[in-house]
């Protein structure tokens, strides 16, 4: 005898339509990112990646669709030197393991330095279920540009260390952002390396300390803390060693402000460097 029988398959029908969409979906999704996508499940089979992902690693689309597993992946960005390159294979698949592991954890974030130039960030991140997620971007652009906003600062403090005159700048919001050698020799005061830690505040009354009492550091925090239209002005002050110094104080754009500093010689007159005192600095 034979027995037969069906049962309803609606809701399985239904849920499979309804997750091929959501792929569909996620995939279109994804498409027009920068960032480079791979999603592994939890064998660590790749499930799912965006177009970004094959610029970027330069794998070839046939081969991310045969679902290759996480270290063929990353096998294959090496064998296309798209991953720093180790010193030996050992340490390479010691560093990969890491990854994996760091990355289920959920914390793998790295820049990665390629031979060809390039810069990548990667991070990795856990997915329910034991999944995975590689997110792979290129800043090449981003770091060139730290790089010369760095190139520049460092010729603009070359340029303000050349200077005679001892120069500080605060922010608008009172917080040191610059000073040059002049300023450290005058003072004596060199600044924390964490130039948001030291203010005007902090700062001023160092000088209070070094100078006979005046009203002129309490008139400075005020015009530093005035957002409105202001004008340059100057004063004088003297230093417990006898020194006159004289003082300007100047607005600059975005509310900062800037204070500079020239000592007088016994006759009160502005210091003069002579040729003989450049031959001498340069010695």
């Not at 990112?33 to 064998?43: P, Q, S, W």
């Not at 330069?58 to 720093?84: C, T």
């Not at 003082?247 to 003069?272: E, H, I, Y």
């Amino acid at each position: 005898s034979r027995l037969t029988f069906a049962n309803p398959a609606d809701q399985a029908v239904h849920a499979e339509a309804a997750l091929r969409d959501f792929m569909m979906t996620l995939t279109k999704t994804f498409a027009h990112l920068h960032v480079g996508l791979a999603i592994f499940d939890k064998d660590r089979q790749l499930i799912l990646f965006n177009p970004a992902l094959m610029d970027l690693t330069e794998l070839p689309a046939e081969f991310l669709a045969m679902r290759p597993s996480l270290v063929s992946f990353l096998d294959g960005m090496r064998d296309r030197s798209m991953i720093p390159e180790p010193k030996d294979y050992h340490s390479w698949r010691r560093q990969m393991t890491e990854m994996e592991r760091a990355a289920a954890s959920g914390l793998y974030e790295e820049t990665w330095s390629l031979p060809g130039g390039q810069t990548y960030r990667v991070i990795g991140r856990p997915h329910p279920n034991g999944a995975l997620a590689l997110m792979i971007e290129d800043i090449s652009g981003e770091m060139l540009r730290t790089r010369r906003f760095r190139a520049d600062l460092e010729l603009s403090q070359s340029v303000m260390d050349e200077v005679d005159e001892a120069i500080v700048v605060f922010s608008a919001a009172g917080h040191l952002v610059m000073s040059n050698a002049a300023y450290v020799r005058l003072w004596a005061d060199r600044p924390d390396t964490t130039l948001n830690d030291e203010t005007l505040r902090s700062v001023s009354a160092r000088w209070r300390a070094q100078c006979a009492p005046s009203a002129i550091w309490a008139d400075l925090e005020e015009f530093a803390s005035n957002p409105g239209d202001r004008a340059p002005w100057r004063a004088e002050v003297r230093r417990l060693d006898g020194r006159l110094v004289d003082c300007r104080f100047a607005p600059l754009s975005g509310g900062a402000t800037m204070a500079t500093f020239r000592p007088q010689d016994a006759g009160g007159g502005p210091k003069v460097v002579t040729d003989a005192d450049r031959l001498r600095k340069r010695a």
